[in-house]
């Protein structure tokens, strides 16, 4: 079974200051990790991908996050914080590339000015 | 190019009639995918479809709810007898063959009064 822990269900954060949200997962395959964001009223937009290739990955936005298997972790960091990342932030779980996707609870992303 | 499209964007029903909602995937993408969103359950797989096969619909809550696709293209969510549980954001995405990324439309959020 496959299942993904984000470890915060919400926080804040100063403009210009780092980010750092976190996921632990749980999977008896080799999986797929993702992080999705979720504007206000708006569709759900892939940030970044694990696929197994590099385990730094890069997404948009200046957000990246690391796969550490030793950890079981995907955290998303960003250096520093814009107002316009204030969201809502999901860390996913698939097997493979036509598989669901399994969600975790979300991260609710405040950044203050 | 054009992304996934669901309509309504909004539907209000009374406890007990059945709705339908619609899901345009992007042109060529293969698979297809409903979740839904709910304040209780977070977001949750429904069913999948590669072309016009599903052979993954271990996500419907029960059978008053189907889905089917057809010409491998528009897709129809069904809900009959609808309960006030269904009332949440039903979630359409696509994704092309061998491909991992799913992309997501906007939604319809569906309220039963």
């Known amino acids: 079974a496959q299942s993904v822990t984000q470890l915060d269900s919400h926080v804040s954060v100063s403009e210009g200051t780092p980010v750092l949200l976190r996921c632990n997962y749980s999977?008896?395959?080799?999986?797929?990790l993702f992080w999705y964001v979720q504007h206000p009223n708006k569709g759900l937009q892939l940030l970044l991908k694990?696929?197994?290739?590099?385990?730094l990955v890069k997404g948009i936005n200046g957000f990246e996050a690391e796969f550490k298997k030793s950890e079981t972790s995907f955290h998303l960091t960003k250096p520093s914080a814009h107002m316009s990342d204030a969201a809502e932030y999901f860390c996913v779980v698939s097997r493979y590339n036509t598989d669901k996707l399994i969600f975790g609870t979300g991260t609710r992303l405040q950044v203050f000015p | 190019g054009a992304g996934v499209s669901q309509s309504p964007s909004n539907k209000v029903t009374e406890k007990g009639k059945d709705v339908e909602l619609r899901c345009d995937p992007i042109?060529?993408?293969?698979?297809l995918y409903w979740y839904r969103q709910s304040l209780g359950q977070g977001l949750e797989f429904l069913i999948y479809?590669?072309?016009?096969?599903?052979?993954?619909k271990s996500g419907l809550p029960s059978d008053r709810f189907s889905a089917e696709r057809t010409g491998g293209s528009v897709s129809t969510l069904t809900i009959q007898r609808t309960q006030q549980e269904d009332s949440a954001v039903y979630l359409c995405a696509s994704s092309r063959e061998g491909l991992y990324e799913q992309f997501f439309g906007p939604g319809t959020r569906l309220t039963v009064l």
């Open positions: 479809f590669q072309g016009n096969s599903a052979p993954d």
């Open positions: 694990y696929t197994s290739a590099a385990t």
């Open positions: 999977s008896s395959y080799s999986p797929s």
């Open positions: 042109s060529g993408h293969t698979a």
